[in-house]
């Protein structure tokens, strides 16, 4: 924790310094101000080569036009200046061009032939005539690596018909950061509106508020869990990274939260009923499993539980119901 | 604590260094219901200076509320308060030029000053160097619904004791950091550190069963804390592989202490805890009240302490790979290990009399928990293209965890003096071994007890999944599919008496019953006591199926189903055969309009005669947002769920529900439908428009009305929320009063309240006005 707390701490007060700030800006202006043509030059030498060896790999991709060659991003921006200087420049994938790579052409394939062409559409990558998983292939020859995206190509998004600019705008993002096409919240509401009625009840995570956001249970981009949670250690419940009180391992499991987890009990995005409970009586809840059957595998209740006397509120007694250390009736 | 001001006071810093300043995309604010989303604003300019394009933004403000009803649902629910406060603050660098320290730096936060939920994120990037992210969520928990844990006491005891707030009320802090650096990101090799902190702390409120419930109060202080470190290794252009190392460490401490909730004297002043429940005849016992005096034949409290401090290690090993070199094969998977060691010890005390055993005093010195997991986890994903629309897709998981556990409790127990009348008094001083024989009933346990309780739940799953994905063109694809999983779940326990020893007089009674005497007349039972072996095998067959449409760019429509069988079930809520449907469609026929709608149907049902389980959360809805003309847009929602969840269930009561009948496998209970149906209407509408250039001005309106039927067994046991209404209206006027300066003035209004009797406890109703005046400063 002290090893965190310092390092967080040396990291902001670098960031937030505003003589550094002062430094990093008039250094970054005069280098803005100071680029040369000669560097503009190496830059298109730089992502010709790269070019090169690029375009055998991207012609296999699909959408490619065939013995189309690579003519660099400075002759693009010479008919599509305005996408070119408000849409590009400044995001990330700008950023890595100065690398050699990334440039207009490595999402829209070779554009000699759209170049010969006098402009012609058809002869250079539109990722509105892909289909989603086509134009996604495209996105991952860069982000499939990431932890994060590695389950794309088989996630419920792209199954659904929901690819990469499903979300993402590489061109007219309004967010600062991922490119997103608007704030994370509302872009999920967009399909999943259900969810934002359930995120409006009186109970409810505050996902609205800004506190937690979708993708802090959900990986959007897949998991191997159902509905693309993500998971705890173990591959434990999600819920158990915030409620880690809950995550055990306790001597005395109340086995539904393990087996079956948290939503054999709770509605996880929002409910009508106090604590997220499925139903409104957590004696009802309770019933519900325990009552005897023929297999006898759930314990059932004492027949001197009076459901119209104290009895009625079973976590009143049984109080660490997710589970205890010291009491197989989750008394203590 | 200290750090969050840190943490905050820096990110404020970092906002005003880089000044004048702006609207950025930040977080919600300006008194917009939580349900409505803001009419998006045009983005500003920012600035250009030093090589960065800067927006920024910070708004101050002055929320002032009005409440009348209900305090606790109202801080359970809102818990918004009158004070002065950061609302929002933004801060969005990119770099022009891409030679600075970083590429790209946001910053933005909100709710400082006093707001239940508050938070801070920073993300900085340099794209080839290192991606920084820093968050800091800070979580203001107030709960006390008054119904939850409420014994609901009858009007008709004497006394009459209403407990009205919840038992379970708690007001804790939750308080989250998390950071992580990623060091160079689009290199063959990166590095991941990550640091995140959860730490929970607070008041809160339990109870306790000794012969009858007392409040307790619970301070908490809960902290957990993750390291994480990772490899990235980018073995060639379409393969990498990933190993992580996470460890976590848990502390959970907790004293519990006897809360006052309703004292009462006994003759002679000394004043008793009887607890939570006041029923006639039982409960805290026959007649509480004798005279003005508690009855000292009660079951009571002076004292209780617990002492927990739970400490848990859980390192975690993950690898991950991913490729896709091979020619039509995409492949992926992950494997993790992890092992868990948690450990506790229990100090607890009781003072006062349990009358069915006529303990007077339990303690519990040198009793120790232990308990662990181990989990096995390994993914393997699989995409062959068989065409460039034809895809095979296949999934497997395998995961094993067991969870073995120890408790070893010493407990040791006191009872009164031989001479007091059984059961016992609360006048009567506990006795001490040697030397004064202690009152022993048929059902008082061991005097010494000394018992191990051995536990072990453990899983195997196995699953694939396999679908057939066929894209038949770029506007539409269908897949069909099949999954299997084999699930083997493992309960087993054994509970042994190390020595329990039994002193006379009486000594033969409990486990001791027919047992052979020891020299000094006490009786020892050694030996196990309770053990079960349950295991549960359930094989589960489930087909799929999908489409997706998109004919024209602006429409895109989808449904998938599934139909599931399984063969076995672990409990009685777990159904047998499951369906889902779900379909929703977005279109978007004009620039300034997009329409919605979905459905989203489950159905769980176990037709098994005994237990007759259904379950059904059907759910409808559509939305638009529209903005035909500059300066007007509105948006508008509604859903419907109708949510059922219905099994029989057996009881004893009193009273017996209508429809009752003996139950099946234990004559002693009777057996009813327990039946729980919920309807939920959810309605919401916004509309901004400008009446003139410098006015913005917004309404908007959200309601969530609920209402239902339920077994209800208890006559005192209120509808509660099955009959509630949650409405949330707003007005907003934002006015612009200089260039980069906008005015505004907000009303929210909340107002929660039940339908149904309010039964034997304090009302849910609230209704409050919070009036929000801020000032925004944003470039």
Redesign the interface.
């Known amino acids: 924790m002290r090893i965190g707390k310092l390092f967080c701490r040396v990291t902001l007060l670098l960031l937030c310094s505003p003589a550094v700030i002062q430094t990093l800006l008039a250094d970054n202006g005069d280098k803005a101000a100071g680029k040369s043509t000669s560097d503009v030059a190496a830059q298109n030498a730089r992502h010709q080569e790269h070019g090169k060896k690029a375009a055998k790999q991207n012609s296999e991709m699909p959408g490619a036009v065939p013995g189309a060659t690579y003519v660099g991003s400075d002759t693009c921006k010479n008919c599509h200046d305005e996408i070119y200087s408000k849409h590009f420049e400044g995001t990330p994938h700008f950023a890595l061009l100065k690398g050699g790579e990334h440039g207009c052409e490595d999402c829209h394939g070779p554009g000699s032939a759209h170049v010969q062409g006098g402009g012609d559409k058809a002869k250079i990558v539109r990722f509105s005539q892909l289909s989603p998983e086509q134009a996604s292939q495209r996105c991952l020859q860069c982000h499939e690596s990431t932890l994060e995206n590695l389950n794309f190509m088989r996630s419920v998004h792209l199954k659904n018909g929901v690819g990469c600019l499903g979300c993402h705008s590489p061109h007219h993002s309004t967010e600062p950061d991922h490119l997103l096409k608007t704030q994370q919240t509302q872009l999920c509401y967009g399909c999943h509106a259900t969810q934002k009625a359930e995120f409006d009840r009186p109970y409810r995570h505050r996902v609205d508020l800004g506190l937690i956001s979708c993708s802090d249970c959900h990986n959007p981009h897949g998991s191997f869990v159902g509905r693309q949670l993500r998971s705890a250690a173990g591959q434990f419940p999600v819920c158990t990274n915030c409620h880690t009180e809950t995550m055990g391992p306790f001597v005395f499991e109340h086995v539904p939260v393990k087996q079956e987890g948290c939503t054999s009990c709770h509605t996880p995005h929002g409910s009508t009923n106090p604590r997220l409970l499925r139903v409104s009586q957590v004696n009802l809840l309770c019933l519900q499993c325990h009552s005897p059957t023929a297999s006898g595998n759930v314990p059932q209740i004492p027949s001197f539980h009076t459901q119209n006397a104290k009895y009625q509120a079973c976590t009143m007694c049984h109080t660490q119901i997710h589970g205890s250390n010291f009491d197989e009736f989750f008394f203590r | 604590m200290k750090?969050a001001v840190?943490?905050g006071i820096?990110?404020l810093?970092?906002t005003l260094?880089?000044s004048p300043v702006a609207q950025?995309?930040g977080?919600?604010t300006d008194g917009s219901p939580?349900?409505s989303?803001i009419p998006?604003k045009e983005?500003p300019e920012g600035i250009e200076?030093?090589?960065?394009?800067i927006q920024q933004s910070v708004e101050l403000g002055l929320p002032v509320t009005d409440l009348t009803g209900s305090v606790p649902m109202y801080d359970?629910?809102v818990n918004l308060e009158t004070g002065p406060r950061i609302l929002e603050q933004s801060l969005?660098m990119?770099?022009?030029?891409?030679?600075?320290?970083f590429?790209?730096?946001?910053a933005s936060s909100?709710?400082w000053g006093g707001d239940p939920?508050n938070?801070a994120r920073?993300?900085?990037?340099k794209?080839?160097l290192f991606n920084?992210t820093?968050s800091f969520?800070r979580?203001h928990n107030f709960?006390d619904?008054d119904?939850?844990?409420?014994?609901?006491?009858p009007p008709t005891a004497t006394p009459v004791v209403n407990v009205n707030n919840s038992?379970?009320a708690y007001y804790n802090r939750?308080r989250?950091?998390d950071?992580g650096l990623t060091l160079f990101?689009?290199q063959r090799f990166s590095i991941?550190l990550d640091?995140s902190?959860?730490r929970?702390e607070g008041t809160s409120f339990?109870?306790?069963?000794d012969g009858t419930?007392a409040l307790l109060y619970q301070p908490l202080d809960?902290t957990?804390?993750q390291?994480r470190f990772?490899v990235?290794w980018?073995v060639n252009?379409?393969t990498?592989a990933?190993f992580?190392e996470?460890l976590?460490y848990?502390k959970?401490d907790s004293n519990d202490f006897l809360s006052p909730f309703n004292p009462v004297a006994l003759p002679g002043g000394t004043p008793v805890e009887f607890g939570?429940?006041w029923?006639n005849g039982?409960?805290p016992c026959a007649t509480p009240i004798i005279g003005a005096a508690a009855n000292p034949v009660c079951n009571g409290y002076f004292a209780y302490h617990?002492v927990?401090r739970?400490r848990?290690m859980?390192p975690?090993e993950q690898l991950?790979f991913?490729s896709?070199s091979l020619k039509k094969l995409?492949v992926?998977g992950?494997f993790?290990y992890?092992n868990?060691q948690?450990t506790?010890p229990?100090g607890?005390l009781f003072n006062g009399l349990i009358t069915r055993t006529g303990e007077r005093q339990i303690s519990t010195p040198g009793?120790h928990?232990?308990?662990?997991?181990i989990?096995v986890?390994t993914?393997f994903?699989a995409?062959y293209h068989i065409s460039?629309?034809l895809?095979l897709?296949d999934?497997f998981?395998f995961?094993n965890?067991q969870?073995p556990?120890?408790?070893d409790?010493l407990q040791s127990s006191l009872f009164n003096a031989g001479t007091v009348a059984p059961p016992g008094s609360l006048l009567g001083p506990p006795a001490v071994l040697p030397g004064t024989a202690p009152l022993h009933g048929t059902s008082s346990p061991a005097d010494v007890l000394s018992n191990t309780?051995n536990?072990f739940?453990g899983?195997n799953t196995k699953e694939n999944e396999v679908?057939l994905?066929y894209?038949t063109?770029?506007y539409a694809?269908v897949?069909i599919g099949y999954r299997y999983s084999h699930v083997r779940?493992h309960?087993d326990w054994t509970?042994i008496a190390n020595s329990d020893i039994f002193y006379s007089p009486n000594p033969n009674r409990g486990d001791c019953t027919g047992l052979p005497l020891n020299p000094d007349g006490s009786c020892t039972f050694s030996g196990l006591f309770d053990s079960e072996d349950?295991p549960?095998i359930i094989n589960e067959h489930t087909a799929l199926a999908?489409i997706?449409?998109?004919p024209k760019?602006d429409l895109?429509i989808?449904a998938?189903v599934e139909d599931g069988y399984a063969d076995n079930v672990?409990?009685?809520?777990?159904p047998r055969h499951v369906q889902r449907y779900r379909a929703?469609a977005?279109y978007t026929p004009r620039a300034w309009l997009?329409v919605?709608?979905?459905f989203?149907v489950v159905e769980q049902k176990n037709n098994t005669s005994?237990?007759a389980?259904r379950m059904h959360n059907r759910?409808f809805?559509?939305?638009a947002v529209a903005a035909p003309k500059e300066g007007f847009s509105f948006d508008l929602?509604y859903?419907y769920?109708a949510?059922l969840?219905n099994?029989?269930?057996?009881?004893?009561?009193?009273?017996a529900a209508s429809g009752s009948f003996t139950?099946?496998?234990?004559d002693?209970?009777l057996?009813v439908l327990?039946n729980?149906n919920?309807h939920?209407h959810?309605g919401?509408f916004s509309v901004s428009f400008k009446p003139v250039q410098w006015i913005t001005a917004r309404l908007g309106y959200?309601i969530?009305d609920?209402n239902g039927s339920?077994?209800?067994?208890?006559?005192?046991?209120p509808?509660?929320?099955?009959a509630?209404r949650?409405q949330q209206p707003i007005g907003a006027i934002d006015v612009e009063i200089a260039r980069n300066f906008t005015l505004h003035a907000g009303w929210n209004y909340y107002q929660?309240g039940e339908g149904s009797f309010v039964g034997p406890t304090a009302p849910r109703y609230f209704h409050a006005n919070v009036a929000t005046f801020s000032l925004k400063y944003a470039f």
């Open positions: 750090f840190i943490f820096a990110l810093f970092l260094t880089v950025g995309p977080q919600m939580v349900s989303p998006s983005a200076r030093g090589g960065y394009r359970t629910l969005s990119q770099s022009l030029t891409q030679d600075g320290l590429d790209s730096l946001s909100f709710g939920s938070g920073l993300r900085a990037v794209y080839r920084f820093a969520r979580d709960f619904y119904l939850f844990a409420n014994p609901l006491n038992p379970h939750r989250m950091y950071f990101p689009q991941l640091y902190r959860n929970m339990s109870s306790i069963h419930d809960n957990f804390d390291y990772g990235s980018k252009r379409h990498t990933n992580t996470n976590q848990s959970g939570l429940p029923f039982f409960s617990r927990q739970i848990t859980i975690t991950n991913q896709s995409d992926t992950t993790s992890s868990a948690s506790s229990l607890e009793s928990s232990r308990a662990s997991w989990s986890v993914n994903g995409t460039d629309r895809r897709v999934t998981r995961r965890y969870v556990g120890i408790f409790v309780y536990r739940l899983q679908q994905q894209d063109s770029q694809g897949n779940d309960n509970s349950d549960v999908g997706w449409l998109r760019q895109r989808n998938d672990r409990w009685r809520t777990q929703q977005t997009n919605g709608a979905n989203n005994d237990i389980y759910n809805g559509f939305n929602a859903n769920s949510y969840q099994s029989n269930i057996c009881y004893i009561g009193t009273a139950c099946l496998y234990d002693a209970l057996e327990g729980y919920n939920t959810f919401e959200s969530t609920v339920t077994l209800i067994l208890d006559p005192l046991q509808l509660g929320p099955l509630s949650f929660y």
